[in-house]
């Protein structure tokens, strides 16, 4: 596992994750995947439908006309081949570089899928991956959108996440899939070493000891017989499997393990459980213990203390419902729910709770006054004025982002916007994955100054010095909160090629108050 700075970026905890599902081997095989048009495919596709339905200089057909042209003439899904070694150069690459958009993201997340599905053959443990894996990085987005986090406590924010919310994503997905086996198999064994205590739960319920085990995996080597049969042999003075022990020697250390190796080596005790645990379950608890093995081993030897010393008390993940809160709220009012509805009401509660539990801990950076979270931040028409100067008065040791936001907001009263510019791109590069729900009101003021900057240039006939000093700021902050969810990305449809906004209600407010800060700007 790689070592990480505290609070790693997206590209980083994609990473982590990988690693702690053991997703490459040493085989270099090709894999196929389904990829979907590019973005640059489809916008090449567009223009030429626009040239197509023109009618004359500047004057163009009807949205039905180029409709039913990208229709005719936009790209399609393909195949395509990629080395699983080339699949795993792509993570690397974005640990140390992170993704630089919501496109890029969404492809990768398409790749591991099917990197998953070729690692593990098994259909139900390949589920049970992929669930981890979707559940880890959409719960990491959505903390760090939920947690402004201290500077000093960047280490122990993000052991509190690996703690309180992948531990329990594994044991929600366990409970799910595997029932009672899961109290009985993963439950007993989420200590200092996992992977041992699993091994010794199973061969204790099996009535096997490990001596006998490495003894099985002797006599499997040179017989055709079945597990069964082997197992009812007497194993009186018979030699043991030297490569057993050692696995399951290494299991009580701080080694890296391969899931081929430490899977073989408890699968043949499947057939003497007892009748209520079947293999399945043995299987699926076996891979939550691997999981958390593995990130045991991510966290020890830096700041971070080990995973089972804190009640895993995480309110908002259950066995119904995988998908984080603020989105499943996102969701509902963009669907038009009814806000007395059952849906919605349930999903405020888990939010009020999520909030209280972050609050409660030391996690969460707390000013002179309260932070609205996020939903406020986008839904409450009434939410007009954030002042992060009178926020961070009282805090003992103020990030320096917000000294550099708190620049650029001065330079902006004082009419330099140079210098308005030169601290917002310093404030931008250090409020991420730190900021929280304080990045809403910064995204806000800067596509709001970039916005009217570009009308000061237009008025000038000089856009060319907006695109090359201005637009990048512009660009580099609407990409990062589309990758972590603050904003919602534009999708295109893929057979007429026309845009829209994922979540129109939630782009529309978004709108609103960056227009808003606009007009208070120009006057």
């Known amino acids: 596992m790689m070592q990480l700075s505290p609070m790693p970026t997206l590209g980083q905890f994609n990473k982590v994750v990988c690693d702690s599902l053991s997703l490459w081997s040493n085989q270099d095989k090709e894999l196929t995947f389904d990829v979907p048009a590019t973005e640059k495919e489809r916008r090449a596709a567009l223009k030429i439908a626009f040239a197509e339905i023109q009618v004359s200089e500047g004057s163009y057909g009807t949205l039905s006309d180029l409709k039913m042209a990208t229709s005719r003439i936009s790209p399609q899904q393909r195949k395509e081949a990629k080395k699983s070694r080339t699949v795993q150069a792509y993570v690397n690459y974005l640990a140390k570089e992170d993704f630089s958009s919501i496109d890029e993201f969404i492809e990768l997340r398409e790749y591991i899928r099917t990197v998953i599905d070729d690692r593990f053959a098994d259909i139900e443990l390949a589920e049970f991956a992929k669930s981890y894996y979707s559940i880890s990085i959409d719960y990491y987005k959505e903390f760090i959108r939920e947690v402004v986090v201290n500077p000093m406590q960047q280490a122990e924010t993000y052991s509190y996440f690996i703690k309180h919310v992948l531990m329990q994503a594994i044991s929600v997905l366990l409970n799910k899939q595997v029932g009672d086996a899961h109290q009985q198999l993963f439950n007993l064994c989420k200590g200092k070493w996992p992977l041992r205590g699993f091994v010794d739960v199973a061969s204790r319920l099996c009535n096997v000891s490990l001596h006998k085990l490495n003894q099985f995996h002797e006599i499997r080597l040179n017989s055709k017989l079945s597990d069964k049969d082997i197992w009812d042999m007497d194993f009186t003075a018979l030699p043991i499997n030297t490569k057993s022990k050692q696995v399951i020697d290494r299991l009580g250390k701080n080694n890296k393990i391969k899931w081929d190796t430490f899977h073989s080596t408890i699968k043949p005790l499947a057939c003497r459980l007892p009748s209520e645990i079947d293999e399945k379950s043995l299987s699926l608890c076996a891979l939550g213990s691997f999981i958390t093995h593995n990130l045991n081993i991510h966290t020890r030897g830096t700041n971070y203390t080990y995973l089972d010393e804190v009640a895993f008390s995480y309110p908002v993940l259950n066995t119904a419902i995988y998908t984080p809160v603020t989105d499943r709220i996102d969701s509902l009012i963009n669907e038009s729910a009814e806000p007395d509805g059952e849906d919605f009401q349930s999903s405020i509660r888990h939010y009020k709770s999520y909030h209280y539990s972050l609050k409660e801990s030391y996690v969460y950076l707390n000013g002179n006054l309260e932070v609205p979270d996020t939903i406020n931040f986008i839904y409450n028409p009434d939410l007009k004025h954030f002042s992060v100067e009178e ?36 404030a931008l590069k250090g409020a991420k994955y730190l900021a929280g729900p304080l990045f809403f009101p910064f995204y806000f003021q800067v596509c709001a100054f970039c916005k009217s900057q570009y009308k000061e240039f237009k008025k000038r006939n000089e856009e060319n010095l907006f695109d090359r000093f201005y637009e990048p700021l512009g660009s580099e902050v609407s990409s990062y909160a589309i990758l972590i969810g603050v904003a919602p990305r534009s999708i295109r449809d893929p057979k007429t090629l026309i845009p829209k906004s994922s979540l129109l209600t939630k782009n529309s407010f978004l709108i609103n108050k960056i227009d808003l800060m606009v007009e208070n700007f120009e006057h």
């Open 391 to 426: 926020w961070s008065s009282n805090i003992e040791v103020r990030p320096e982002w917000i000294d550099d936001w708190i620049e650029a907001r001065h330079a902006l009263r004082n009419g330099c916007s140079a210098e308005a510019l030169k601290h917002f791109k310093l």
